[in-house]
T-cell receptor, first 116, second 114 residues
Framework: ETGVTQTPRHLVMGMTNKKSLKCEQH?????MYWYKQSAKKPLELMFV???????ENNSVPSRFSPECPNSSHLFLHLHTLQPEDSALYLC???????????????FGPGTRLTVL | AQTVTQSQPEMSVQEAETVTLSCTYD???????LFWYKQPPSRQMILVIR??????QNATENRFSVNFQKAAKSFSLKISDSQLGDTAMYFC???????????FGTGTRLKVLA
């Protein structure tokens, strides 16, 4: 197991529900990421937070709302989702990107989301 | 924009044999990082190996090695002495230093056969 945890591991929700995904990293990293993983597609980067500031937002629909209260925690708030949002949502962390260092991402186990 | 292509959706290899997974990428950058990640069934994605573009020497990690051809923009992964635990999805990824964008390929599903 890496030092990145995600809860819940599985989530089934209706299109009118509101839920939140939680990610926590214990690695002392200062950048955190949300990815969407769908079958036969590349990982889609959704959001990036560096030092608790959002630095990437890849045209993600507003029904996904990220929150990063501190460098160890990252949330993804979900509301009025669509069935096509069903996927594995992965959280990752790394040290803040620079021109040196390993630049390696550590991933959590993911939350398997099903939208009915 | 950078792209990463993995042209082999699925592969299989006999236990103890060697297998090579291919990855090509497109970029105009001169300095960047390339990664291979492994995602076992229902388990977390982990880093297998990393290559820095300015290093000509191919990276090696135990049974895993890469063939990095910068001019050809090719970054293949060789797994020697394949083990059943190598069964997983393998993702190739590109990253430009100073950014937060990791560009991933679509993955290759590798099955090691007993």
């Amino acid at each position: 197991e890496t030092g990145v945890t995600q809860t819940p591991r599985h989530l089934v929700m209706g299109m009118t529900n509101k839920k939140s995904l939680k990610c926590e990293q214990h690695l002392g990293h200062n950048a955190m990421y949300w990815y969407k993983q769908s079958a036969k597609k590349p990982l889609e980067l959704m959001f990036v937070y560096s030092l608790e500031e959002r630095v990437e937002n890849n045209s993600v629909p507003s029904r996904f709302s990220p929150e990063c209260p501190n460098s160890s925690h990252l949330f993804l708030h979900l509301h009025t989702l669509q069935p096509e949002d069903s996927a594995l949502y992965l959280c990752a962390s790394s040290m803040r990107s620079g021109t040196s260092g390993k630049n390696e991402q550590f991933f959590g186990p993911g939350t398997r989301l099903t939208v009915l | 924009a950078q792209t990463v292509t993995q042209s082999q959706p699925e592969m299989s290899v006999q236990e103890a044999e060697t297998v090579t997974l291919s990855c090509t990428y497109d970029t105009s950058e001169n300095n960047y990082y390339l990664f291979w990640y492994k995602q076992p069934p229902s388990r977390q994605m982990i880093l297998v190996i990393r290559q820095e573009a300015y290093k000509q020497q191919n990276a090696t990690e135990n049974r895993f090695s890469v063939n990095f051809q910068k001019a050809a923009k090719s970054f293949s992964l060789k797994i020697s002495d394949s083990q059943l635990g190598d069964t997983a999805m393998y993702f190739c990824a590109f990253m430009k230093p100073g950014t937060y964008k990791y560009i991933f390929g679509t993955g290759t599903r590798l099955k090691v056969l007993a």
